[in-house]
C-alpha cells in the first residue's frame, strides 16, 4: 500500500490514520513544509532536495536516507536518529537537533547555521565544509569526526567531547570550548583566534601553524602538543600546562604564560618579545636561537633551570 505514496498529500493522509512506516520510498524534491511528522519512519528513503523546512521532526527514524541538499531551515529534530544519513549540502539553518543521533552521518558542506546540537551524537561523522556559525553543541559526542575546512565562527561547543577530532583548515574564531576533551585532535593551520579554551584538554594534539592570537588557554593541559609554528600572540596561557611540548618557530609575542608549566619545553626558534614567564616552571625547557628575551629575563630562566638560553 505504501509504494503508492509519490506525494506529500499521500503522507499527510496515512500519517494522520496513524502510520508511521514510509521506509524506503521514493520521494525526491516532496513538499512537507511545516508539518507536524513527530515520531515517521523515512529510513532508507529518498528525500532528496525535500522541503522540511519548519516541520516537526521530533524522535523520526532517518537511518539511511538520503537528505541531499533537502530544506530543513528551522526544522524540529529533537531526538530524531539520521544514523548514517546524507545530508550533503542540505539546509539546516537554525534547525533544532538537541540529543539527534547523528553518528557516520554524512554533513558535509551542509548550513548549520545558528542550529542547536546541545547533547547531539556526532560520533565518526563528517562535516567538512560545512557552515556551524554560532551553532550550539554544548555537551556533544563528536569523537573522531570529521572538522576539516569547517566554519565554527563564534560557536558554543562547550564540554563536547572533540577527542581525535580532525579540524585542518577549519576556523573557530571566538568559538567558545570550555572544558573540551580535544586530546590528540588535529588542528594544522586551523584558525583559533579569540577563542576560548579554558580547561580544554589538548594532550597531543597537532596545533602545527595554528592561529591562536588572543586566544584564551588558561588552565588548558597541552602536554606534548605539537604547537610548532604556531602564532600565540597575546593569548592567555595563565596556569597552563606544556609539560614537553614543542613551539619550535612559535610566535609567542606578549604572551600570558604566568604560572604555566614549561618544564621541557621546546622554546627553539621561538619569537617572545613581552612574553610574561612570571611564576612559570621552566626546569629544561630549551630556548636555543629564541629571540625577544630581555635580559632580566634570561637571568630568571637561567637560574629556574631553562636551558641554552640565548647569550
Request: charge should be negative; glycine fraction near 4%; include cysteine.
Amino acid at each position: 500500500m505504501l509504494m503508492n505514496i509519490i506525494n506529500a498529500s499521500d503522507i499527510l493522509k496515512h500519517y494522520a490514520e496513524q502510520e508511521r512506516n514510509f521506509q524506503n520510498l521514493n520521494l525526491s524534491r516532496v513538499d512537507l513544509k511545516g508539518g507536524d511528522l513527530n515520531g515517521i519512519d523515512f529510513s532508507h528513503a529518498n528525500l532528496n532536495s525535500a522541503d522540511f523546512s519548519y516541520t516537526n521532526l521530533s524522535n523520526s527514524n532517518l537511518i539511511w536516507t538520503d537528505l541531499n541538499r533537502a530544506n530543513l531551515i528551522e526544522a524540529n529534530l529533537t531526538q530524531a536518529c539520521l544514523l548514517y544519513s546524507s545530508l550533503f549540502w542540505a539546509h539546516l539553518k537554525s534547525a533544532t537537533l538537541v540529543n539527534a543521533n547523528l553518528s557516520n552521518a554524512l554533513l558535509n558542506h551542509a548550513n548549520l547555521t545558528s542550529a542547536c546540537l546541545k547533547g547531539a551524537n556526532l560520533t565518526e561523522a563528517s562535516l567538512e565544509g560545512a557552515c556551524l556559525i554560532q551553532a550550539t553543541l554544548t555537551r556533544a559526542n563528536l569523537f573522531k569526526a570529521n572538522l576539516k575546512q569547517t566554519d565554527f565562527t563564534r560557536a558554543n561547543l562547550d564540554e563536547a567531547n572533540l577527542r581525535q577530532t580532525n579540524w585542518e583548515g577549519a576556523i573557530l574564531s571566538q568559538a567558545s570550548l570550555r572544558r573540551v576533551d580535544l586530546e590528540e585532535s588535529q588542528f594544522h593551520e586551523t584558525i583559533l583566534n579569540k577563542a576560548d579554551l579554558t580547561e580544554a584538554d589538548l594532550v597531543k594534539a597537532d596545533l602545527r601553524y595554528a592561529d591562536l592570537t588572543e586566544a584564551i588557554l588558561s588552565k588548558v593541559a597541552l602536554e606534548l602538543a605539537n604547537l610548532v609554528g604556531a602564532d600565540l600572540s597575546r593569548a592567555t596561557l595563565k596556569r597552563a600546562s606544556l609539560f614537553q611540548a614543542d613551539l619550535q618557530g612559535a610566535v609567542l609575542h606578549d604572551t600570558n604564560l604566568v604560572e604555566a608549566d614549561l618544564r621541557h619545553t621546546n622554546f627553539k626558534d621561538t619569537q617572545l618579545m613581552g612574553a610574561d614567564f612570571s611564576g612559570s616552571r621552566v626546569k629544561g625547557a630549551c630556548f636555543t636561537d629564541a629571540k625577544g628575551l630581555t635580559y632580566q629575563q634570561k637571568q630568571w630562566l637561567l637560574v629556574n633551570g631553562a636551558l641554552n638560553i640565548p647569550a
